[in-house]
């Protein structure tokens, strides 16, 4: 195989590249906005037994789910290089706690010291995208 046809197979996918990194970021922002709309009032700390998901939203903030129900925004201070792009993340805790002060959320080898605690109407937020989906399906020409 010659390099320039390797060459004219790998410049489209370097081009569309970048256009799907800022749609995610977009999309990143977008997400984030719509949690610290459904956020209530910082909190000091907040229960944590086990965390049944996570959802990275920016280098410095993520959703984590400790239940069903239960979702909580957690902002950390920068720099936290390893937190958007996280496989997987953890929670320090004391007595089934997550303090802002002392815990810290752990990505790959940061560990980011919390900045800011908010527990989000998960309810509600499920409650606006069954709506959303709903409109979307019962658009014309969709």
């Not at 789910?65 to 925004?73: I, Q």
């Not at 303090?99 to 990505?107: L, N, W």
């Not at 790959?108 to 409109?135: L, N, T």
Request: some cysteine; overall charge positive; glycine content about 4%.
């Amino acid at each position: 195989m010659k390099w320039s046809a390797v060459f004219a197979c790998l410049l489209p996918m370097a081009v569309l590249l970048p256009f799907g990194a800022i749609a995610s970021a977009e999309r990143e922002k977008e997400q984030l906005a719509t949690y610290e709309r459904l956020a209530g009032p910082e909190v000091k700390e907040m229960p944590f037994w086990r965390m049944e998901s996570f959802e990275t939203l920016d280098d410095d903030a993520v959703l984590v789910l400790t239940s069903l129900n239960d979702a909580w925004l957690i902002k950390v201070l920068p720099p936290c290089t390893g937190l958007r792009f996280a496989n997987s993340i953890g929670l320090t805790s004391n007595l089934h706690r997550v303090s802002q002060k002392f815990d810290h959320v752990v990505a790959g080898r940061d560990r980011c010291d919390i900045r800011s605690i908010q527990r989000v109407d998960y309810k509600a937020y499920r409650a606006e995208r069954k709506q959303q989906r709903a409109e979307e399906k019962g658009a014309p020409g969709k």
